[in-house]
């Protein structure tokens, strides 16, 4: 029997946020990617069929605005500590 690879992919959002460490007060930027498959398997709760690109889109874009970094530096914390 042949074996072979499905990939899905799906829409992706880079979102970046600027703030200032609550320890030291410097600037500290952050970034991050989100992203989802669309796919046989990411479905609607409500009607059971699988989500569309735009639907998928939709839930990236909501996941994303709701991201709210931590602005604290690693070496921040670890002095704090």
Aim: net charge positive; proline share 7%.
């Amino acid at each position: 029997m042949p074996s072979y690879k499905v990939t899905f992919t799906g829409p992706t959002r880079r979102e970046e946020r600027i703030g200032k460490c609550p320890t030291c007060g410097k600037r500290v930027k952050r970034s991050r990617v989100f992203e989802m498959t669309v796919s046989p398997f990411n479905r609607n709760r409500d009607t059971g069929l699988p989500k569309t690109w735009d639907e998928v889109a939709r839930n990236v874009d909501t996941e994303a605005e709701a991201w709210v970094p931590n602005f604290e530096h690693w070496t921040c914390t670890e002095s704090r500590a």
